[in-house]
């Protein structure tokens, strides 16, 4: 365990709070759920939610403390079953943004121009967990198991 009481990731990126940078990630994911024997809408479904994740991450660093509050790291865990992804910031805390945002349903309204992205990631993710830390910022956890066929 570290500091922080997490399981060390098995690898760990980190980008500049840029979003030029997505693109490399995406693509270190979706290969990553290739090898692991994801289908191809489950690593899609990663991809775009860690892509989501990034970004929100991004635009929080660059709302706090601009380019010079670091960058976001994203934390690679393979388990047996799947992957655990942590996207980890030093931005303002978004925990009433998590708590609103719901998986999609029949329901949901569409009709607004932004504010989807933790909708995407609660829809297409097993388990999605968040906590903020005034020392340590924000600490976002994908976890996406692959199905069982």
């Keep these: ?20 940078h997505l693109a490399v990630v995406r693509m270190m994911i979706g290969l990553i759920a290739e090898a692991m024997g994801f289908t191809e809408t ?51 805390d978004f925990a009433d943004h998590f708590e609103k945002a719901v998986p999609f349903h029949d329901g949901t309204d569409r009709t607004r121009h932004r504010g989807y992205g933790l909708q995407i990631i609660k829809t297409c993710m097993d388990e999605v967990h968040y906590s903020h830390e005034t020392d340590r910022g924000n600490r976002l956890v994908l976890t996406k198991y692959r199905a069982r066929v």
Excluded: Y
């Excluded at 060390?8 to 030029?20: F, G």
């Excluded at 990034?54 to 635009?59: D, M, W």
């Design 1 to 20: 365990m570290n500091e922080a009481g997490h399981a060390p990731p098995d690898l760990t990126l980190e980008v500049p709070p840029n979003p030029t």
């Design 42 to 92: 489950e690593s899609l479904q990663l991809e775009l939610s860690v892509d989501e994740a990034c970004s929100n991450s991004i635009a929080a660093v660059r709302e706090t403390e601009g380019e010079a509050a670091g960058g976001v790291r994203v934390e690679i865990t393979l388990l047996e079953q799947g992957l655990k992804i942590a996207v980890v910031d030093r931005g303002r």
